[in-house]
């Protein structure tokens, strides 16, 4: 006889890639519970993607009022625009709590079993759920962590969460402090600049390293800086670590040569923003009991199919990880993938996940975008597997529709193989940026090539035609043209 379980499936973590799993078992016919410690939407929905895009939405609104030169290319004149702080903080609580009240009620309605508490795992199918009424234990034939992550703070830094604060306090908009560094250039930091920018505070951007946006591809990186910094005024000081960052007023950071680890410069500012990453929320979730040996900072070992991986390489049966617990690619449409992956996997129809593939913006105005390798990554393969690359560039000031916006800040860059036309990477710096990537991560999943995309009918006038025109001089460049 079989053995009962209380669920088919157990999932920790109500976040996006939670919330998506448990919505995808349902429609494979599982009995399903979620388990939450916080509150219902995880971070994405509370303290990162929907509040700070509702930020970024009236900042820019903003900006965009009160840039005068460009209204006036329009022939429009717009008086003094001023704007309300609080307002703007509600817009954006708002925007989150819609968004929580339409996750949490769409779990209701399928009838998921949503349990708050902490919860690990206490044996293989066993989890124990901390509730405020006592401990609680539940038996799943399959356990699905998504616990999350959380900002990581480097050492050095003192967090109060008011003149020293990570996003998680920033997507409130407290406050507007007249003067603000923010340390790191990833996506959070460039987003944040952008919004507090926009609602008129001086700002002083901290990387450690040499180059601003050192994640992004080099092309891209410097037309962006150009138009998110230097056009901006933002003071930007690169190569410098914040080895102390000390709460108060003013907020005191000493800046430490990246190179030769001396003090070079003490800043005194109104606040400051940490904006230095995440790191996984993995802790006392049981898992070293069951002989699993956590990687640094915290992330859980998983395989291919996301089966949750021991010190001695063997899986441990029925649990899986996903989301940025697994320290794949740290944005919440991974964690919606590697989700339905999973569901689909214990449901016996084995399903991995492209991380190749995988689109990423970061929405500033303008936005960046990118999907698959930059050129430097793409090269380095093609030197290790001896094969040529390319890239082309296209540019928004010779499109119609960015034309017609007065908006023609920016470039699309194509990463290909020449010999047989298929798409490495693409990055695109400009007007709604976040959107077109799509074409081409969907493009890359389906194993299109250049050659193929030069012949795909684009909309005119459209701002997809940046996309097209880089395809078709790819293709120009490539096999048999």
């Given at each position: 006889?079989?053995?009962?379980?209380?669920?088919?499936?157990?999932?920790?973590?109500?976040?996006?890639?939670?919330?998506?799993?448990?919505?995808?078992?349902?429609?494979?016919?599982?009995?399903?519970?979620?388990?939450?410690?916080?509150?219902?939407?995880?971070?994405?929905?509370?303290?990162?993607?929907?509040?700070?895009?509702?930020?970024?939405?009236?900042?820019?609104?903003?900006?965009?009022?009160?840039?005068?030169?460009?209204?006036?290319?329009?022939?429009?004149?717009?008086?003094?625009?001023?704007?309300?702080?609080?307002?703007?903080?509600?817009?954006?609580?708002?925007?989150?709590?819609?968004?929580?009240?339409?996750?949490?009620?769409?779990?209701?309605?399928?009838?998921?079993?949503?349990?708050?508490?902490?919860?690990?795992?206490?044996?293989?199918?066993?989890?124990?759920?901390?509730?405020?009424?006592?401990?609680?234990?539940?038996?799943?034939?399959?356990?699905?962590?998504?616990?999350?992550?959380?900002?990581?703070?480097?050492?050095?830094?003192?967090?109060?969460?008011?003149?020293?604060?990570?996003?998680?306090?920033?997507?409130?908009?407290?406050?507007?402090?007249?003067?603000?560094?923010?340390?790191?250039?990833?996506?959070?930091?460039?987003?944040?600049?952008?919004?507090?920018?926009?609602?008129?505070?001086?700002?002083?951007?901290?990387?450690?390293?040499?180059?601003?946006?050192?994640?992004?591809?080099?092309?891209?990186?410097?037309?962006?800086?150009?138009?998110?910094?230097?056009?901006?005024?933002?003071?930007?000081?690169?190569?410098?670590?914040?080895?102390?960052?000390?709460?108060?007023?003013?907020?005191?950071?000493?800046?430490?040569?990246?190179?030769?680890?001396?003090?070079?410069?003490?800043?005194?500012?109104?606040?400051?923003?940490?904006?230095?990453?995440?790191?996984?929320?993995?802790?006392?979730?049981?898992?070293?009991?069951?002989?699993?040996?956590?990687?640094?900072?915290?992330?859980?070992?998983?395989?291919?199919?996301?089966?949750?991986?021991?010190?001695?390489?063997?899986?441990?049966?029925?649990?899986?990880?996903?989301?940025?617990?697994?320290?794949?690619?740290?944005?919440?449409?991974?964690?919606?993938?590697?989700?339905?992956?999973?569901?689909?996997?214990?449901?016996?129809?084995?399903?991995?996940?492209?991380?190749?593939?995988?689109?990423?913006?970061?929405?500033?105005?303008?936005?960046?975008?990118f999907v698959g390798m930059t050129e430097p990554a793409a090269k380095e393969k093609g030197k290790a597997e001896g094969f040529e690359?390319?890239?082309?560039?296209?540019?928004?000031?010779?499109?119609?529709?960015?034309?017609?916006?007065?908006?023609?800040?920016?470039?699309?860059?194509?990463?290909?193989?020449?010999?047989?036309?298929?798409?490495?990477?693409?990055?695109?710096?400009?007007?709604?940026?976040?959107?077109?990537?799509?074409?081409?991560?969907?493009?890359?999943?389906?194993?299109?090539?250049?050659?193929?995309?030069?012949?795909?009918?684009?909309?005119?006038?459209?701002?997809?035609?940046?996309?097209?025109?880089?395809?078709?001089?790819?293709?120009?460049?490539?096999?048999?043209?």
């Amino acid at each position: 006889m079989a053995q009962a379980f209380d669920y088919d499936l157990v999932i920790v973590g109500a976040g996006v890639g939670g919330h998506g799993a448990a919505l995808h078992a349902i429609a494979c016919g599982l009995k399903v519970a979620v388990v939450e410690a916080g509150i219902m939407g995880g971070t994405c929905v509370n303290r990162g993607c929907i509040p700070s895009k509702a930020l970024l939405a009236a900042s820019g609104k903003v900006r965009e009022l009160r840039d005068a030169a460009h209204l006036d290319h329009f022939g429009i004149q717009v008086g003094g625009v001023t704007f309300d702080r609080a307002a703007i903080a509600a817009h954006a609580e708002g925007v989150v709590t819609k968004q929580r009240d339409g996750l949490t009620n769409s779990l209701k309605r399928l009838k998921v079993d949503v349990i708050q508490g902490h919860a690990s795992v206490v044996d293989v199918q066993k989890v124990k759920v901390a509730t405020a009424e006592g401990d609680k234990f539940f038996t799943a034939k399959d356990i699905l962590l998504a616990p999350g992550s959380v900002p990581f703070v480097p050492p050095g830094s003192t967090i109060d969460g008011k003149t020293v604060f990570t996003s998680d306090h920033a997507v409130n908009l407290e406050s507007l402090p007249p003067w603000i560094a923010i340390v790191g250039s990833g996506y959070i930091g460039l987003e944040f600049a952008d919004v507090y920018s926009a609602l008129g505070c001086e700002i002083t951007v901290i990387e450690g390293v040499d180059q601003l946006m050192p994640t992004f591809d080099p092309d891209i990186a410097k037309v962006a800086q150009r138009t998110l910094i230097q056009n901006r005024d933002i003071e930007a000081k690169t190569g410098v670590f914040a080895k102390t960052v000390t709460p108060g007023s003013p907020v005191r950071i000493e800046l430490m040569d990246a190179k030769t680890k001396e003090i070079v410069e003490v800043m005194e500012v109104d606040a400051c923003l940490i904006a230095t990453g995440r790191v996984p929320a993995t802790q006392n979730m049981g898992l070293e009991a069951l002989g699993v040996a956590l990687n640094r900072p915290g992330f859980i070992p998983v395989n291919d199919h996301l089966g949750v991986v021991k010190e001695n390489g063997e899986t441990v049966p029925h649990l899986w990880a996903i989301g940025d617990a697994t320290g794949k690619l740290m944005l919440a449409h991974t964690a919606s993938a590697q989700g339905m992956a999973v569901v689909e996997t214990i449901c016996d129809r084995p399903r991995t996940v492209n991380y190749n593939v995988i689109p990423a913006a970061a929405f500033t105005h303008p936005e960046v975008s990118f999907v698959g390798m930059t050129e430097p990554a793409a090269k380095e393969k093609g030197k290790a597997e001896g094969f040529e690359v390319q890239s082309v560039k296209s540019y928004f000031k010779g499109n119609a529709k960015a034309l017609a916006e007065a908006e023609t800040d920016g470039l699309a860059k194509v990463i290909f193989r020449p010999d047989n036309g298929e798409i490495l990477g693409v990055h695109i710096f400009g007007l709604h940026a976040a959107d077109l990537i799509q074409e081409a991560a969907n493009a890359m999943a389906m194993n299109h090539t250049v050659q193929d995309l030069a012949f795909t009918v684009h909309t005119h006038p459209t701002l997809s035609e940046v996309l097209d025109e880089a395809f078709k001089r790819a293709a120009g460049a490539g096999a048999g043209h």
